[in-house]
């Protein structure tokens, strides 16, 4: 199974239907393991997304048995992906083997889960219910508040929200213009990923090659998948507006056709930029993107 295809077949699937998978109505958070209690990270928060069901918690066939209840017949799994680490032993070997200097670190692989809403015989936690609306923005204006060393953010009479790395600000329009309080603080989670990219944080915009749109497509995704991230953490609804057309959607499908790693690609930035503005970077700033490397 080609990982890297999987995950871009089932993105555009989405949007050759007119719809932004990463989009959505949030209610009760991140995507977890039933299991573990772990809370999904980068392109597997994509992937689930992508489904309709109501709960967030997901298990696999197996865990489900073991937990006494089982999987429903005629249910389907959705795919999620792992990295496996390789030991020093299986790097040096990949290296005589390719001729490669510098073979990936970790390999991608999928397993199958099923969502609590397609087994029986399984009990609910009890945090598997939809926050209130009022408790989404607190705990919005609580992830903007622990972003350490935060850019400036400006309010003005704008149809253009923007970050401008020259001068390390945000502008956004004032609230009033905003449809909703939700469609603001998507909107202020899109900027402040990108923001993550300045040379003082992840500096990100350095790293990224490729040519003009190349670059572009990639920030973009980083900072929509980021915002999505950060939505789904909070509760906060992140649909689609009238201002993504179909020039998004289509731009998009092709950035994707066109690099088949770039979704996995531009969720492991989003990962980081996200774990950045919780004050919990867990990697070094500059490790290696095992997605960008030679597998």
């Keep these: 199974m080609n990982v890297y295809q999987t ?18 109505t949030w209610t009760t958070g991140l995507p977890k393991s039933l299991t573990s209690g772990r809370e999904y990270r980068g392109v597997n928060v994509l992937v689930l997304g992508t489904t309709a069901f109501t709960s967030r918690y997901w298990v696999t066939y197996r865990e489900a048995q ?24 299986e790097l040096a070997k990949r290296r005589e ?45 609580q992830m903007l ?13 704008t149809a253009q929200p923007a970050y401008s790395p020259r001068l ?9 213009q905003f449809e909703s309080a939700a469609e603001y603080y998507a909107t202020l989670w899109h900027e402040l990923t990108h923001s993550t990219g300045a040379k003082r944080r992840l500096n990100r915009f350095e790293e990224v090659e490729g040519d003009r749109f190349e670059r572009y497509s990639i920030e973009e995704l980083v900072a929509e998948f980021g915002a999505a991230f950060l939505c789904a953490l909070t509760g906060v609804a992140n649909v689609s507006t009238d201002a993504l057309q179909a020039s998004y959607i289509n731009g998009w499908a092709a950035a994707l056709r066109k690099d088949v790693r ?24 500059h490790a290696p993107d095992p997605v960008a490397m030679n597998a």
């Design 145 to 157: 508040a622990v972003m350490p060393d935060k850019p400036e953010i400006v309010h003005q009479v």
């Design 168 to 176: 390390d600000r945000i502008t956004l329009p004032h609230l009033s």
């Design 97 to 141: 083997a390719t001729g490669q200097d510098n073979p990936a670190p970790c390999v991608p692989f999928a397993y199958a889960v099923f969502n609590l809403d397609q087994v029986e015989g399984v009990g609910r936690p009890g945090d598997d219910v939809p926050n209130r609306t009022n408790e989404h923005f607190d705990i919005a204006e």
């Design 66 to 89: 073991r937990l006494g209840g089982h999987v429903r017949k005629g249910e389907r799994a959705t795919p999620v992906i792992y990295w496996k680490w390789r030991t020093a032993e």
């Design 262 to 285: 770039l979704v996995l690609r531009a969720a492991s930035a989003a990962q980081r930029a996200v774990d950045y503005i919780r004050g919990q970077v867990a990697v070094p700033e």
């Design 7 to 24: 995950v871009t077949d089932r993105i555009l699937k989405a949007l050759d239907a007119g719809v932004i998978p990463w989009r959505k």
